[in-house]
């Protein structure tokens, strides 16, 4: 069983392999899902010196505990739910709840309420069905700011929603005006 840095540590690396370069440790991504088989994850990494020892259950182990849930493992194959930065991953169109979330900070408000919300330097933009989820990705760089995006506003201005699983949402970009700040006393009254 690993202990909680190591965990931290392996999740980080397989973050790095499943998501931004799995090219660089000779990992082949399925285009369709972004999916590779687990045992061809678990070669990736033993090739690193410090990761020699891992086993597959270390790898379940930090699946299983990662705060974002940002891996799943189904019929022996492992992805990256979201967050790719390198070839696109494909997801089919779903219906969102009318609101979804989005955590940024406060420097880069201004920009979002006269652009919208863009993926920057990701494929999509990062959404969430609650705001625990907006929560820890907006409060990484800065002062936390939680938007609310209407998506049936969203939806009739072009904008299609695609589920990533656990509770997060992606989009191509959201138009501002479909953007607003969050509030948390006024939703709390």
Known sequence: MLDQQSEISLSKLM????????????VA????????????????IRTQPKWQWVREEDIGQAVRNSDKQRFVIENGRIRARYGHSHDRIHYSPGEPPTILYHGTNKKALPSILADGLRPMNRQY??????????TLA????????????????????GVAFYYAGNEVWLADSVPSACCSVWDKQNEES
């Open 29 to 44: 991504l399925d285009p369709e899902d972004g999916s590779c088989p687990v045992g061809a994850l678990l070669e990736a």
């Open 125 to 134: 933009v990062h959404l969430s069905e609650g705001t625990h989820f907006a």
């Open 15 to 26: 973050t790095k392999i499943l998501r931004h370069a799995p090219e660089e440790f000779g």
């Open 138 to 157: 907006g409060s990484r760089r800065g002062e936390l700011v939680i938007l609310k995006v209407d998506t049936a506003g969203a939806k009739k201005s």
